[in-house]
Structure formats: C-alpha cells, structure tokens
C-alpha cells in the first residue's frame, strides 16, 4: 500500500532557525514528490521534484529528493513568524491518478 | 478566472441529514478530486474524476457520493451525515496535460455534525 510519513510532526522555533523537515515514501512506479504550505485554508504549491540529487531552490526554502532512500527533506532558512504553517508533503505514481499525502508537520515559529 | 470555488464556506449539520458540498472550476480541466483534511491525518482523498462521466474511489470513500456530469462541476454528497465526518473539505483540479504542480485547490468547507 502507498504511503508517505512525515516528520516531525511539530516543530517549534524561533526566528532566525534553520529547520528541516523529512518525508518518507512507499509508493508503486514513483513519478514524482511535492511539497505544499498550507497557511490557514488551501495548500499552496512549493516544489515538485522527481529526480534525485537536483536541489530545488526558492528564496530561503530548499528541497531535494532521494530517490535510492526513498524519502525527501524541505530546508527552511532563516524562519521567519510567516513561515509559520502546516507543510505537507505528497507523492504520484504512474499507476493512478491520486496525490498521497502525509500527515504533515506543523511548524511554529516564535518572534 | 475564478480557479476552484466552493460552497458552502461553513455548515452544521444533525446527525443523519443529507446536504451537497459544491465544487466548481472554471479552468477546463479534466481531473477533479475531493480530499477531507483532519487534525493530524493530513489530506485524504475520498473521490475522483478522470473526466465527465467517470468518476473512482480514494481512500476514504465510505459515506460520500459523487457525479460528474460536466466538466465544470464536482459536487459531493453525505447521505447519511455522522459526526465521523465532521472535517474540512478541499476540492481540487488539475488539467489533463499538466503536471501535478498545477492542482489547484479550493478554499474549502468546514463542515459540523452534531
């Protein structure tokens, strides 16, 4: 069964922090990984990634895949109170048309 | 464009009334999905659609009906509502052709059962 865990689940920090999130995945013919913000409503798209080692960059956030280890890490630098949010991380196949998603981790950042 | 609307925002329901979750895109595009997000279970996905006339079971189907008899629209039914539903309902679309940076949600549905 396809499935995609997130850690940590929670995360407190304060500005100017440099955090890393993980996402793990079991999924049949993986196609690609995405990771989504999501504020107070709808996720908001970060990153797609679907080859290993190719660092995807924007502004302070960063992500790269492991497509050997089977799992992904969002880098957040600098933290600052907006980045406060739930990031959920997501995977594809080419066997289905469905998004999984993870549980997602919960970041808080302090003044 | 609009993008993704849903109606409505919020709704309270008793326990075994029926109502529909609105979902519309104004994008033309094929695949529409309808996830419930609750505390800690992250986004789960209950129905989709490939196209008009074809819609398929997620992961949580169990107490949801859909149809999709236009491109445009993707309602979801409760039949039968239980407080177990009570979450937050997002809707989602994405273009046949595009790769799945461009699904776009909608701002979804908070919905109560007492």
């Known amino acids: 069964e396809d499935k995609v865990v997130q850690s940590p689940l929670s995360l407190v920090v304060h500005e100017g922090d440099t955090v890393t999130l993980n996402c793990s995945y079991e999924?049949?013919?993986?196609?690609?990984l995405l990771w989504y913000k999501q504020e107070k409503k709808a996720p908001t798209f970060l990153f797609m990634l679907?080859?290993?080692?190719i660092e995807k960059k924007s502004g302070r956030l960063s992500s790269i895949l492991d497509k050997k280890e089977l799992f992904s890490i969002l880098n957040i630098t600098a933290t600052q109170t907006g980045d406060s949010a739930i990031y959920l991380c997501?995977?594809?196949?080419?066997?289905?048309?469905?998004?999984?998603f993870g549980t997602g981790t919960r970041l808080q950042v302090f003044p | 464009n609009a993008g993704v609307t849903q109606t409505p925002k919020f709704q309270v329901l008793k326990t075994g009334q029926s109502m529909t979750l609105q979902c519309a895109q104004d994008?033309?595009?094929?695949?529409m999905s309808w996830y419930r997000q609750d505390p800690g279970m992250g986004l789960r996905l209950i129905h989709y659609?490939?196209?008009?006339?074809?819609?398929d079971q997620g992961e949580v189907p169990n107490g949801y009906n859909v149809s999709r008899s236009t491109t445009e629209d993707f309602p979801l039914r409760l039949l039968s509502a239980a407080p177990s539903q009570t979450s937050v309902y997002f809707c989602?679309?994405?273009?046949?052709?595009?790769?799945?940076?461009?699904?776009?949600f909608g701002p979804g549905t908070r919905l109560l059962v007492l």
């Open positions: 679907t080859s290993s080692g």
């Open positions: 999924v049949t013919n993986f196609r690609s």
């Open positions: 659609s490939v196209g008009a006339g074809i819609t």
């Open positions: 989602a679309s994405r273009g046949t052709a595009d790769y799945l940076e461009t699904q776009y």
């Open positions: 997501a995977v594809d196949s080419y066997n289905t048309d469905k998004l999984i």
């Open positions: 994008m033309n595009h094929e695949y």
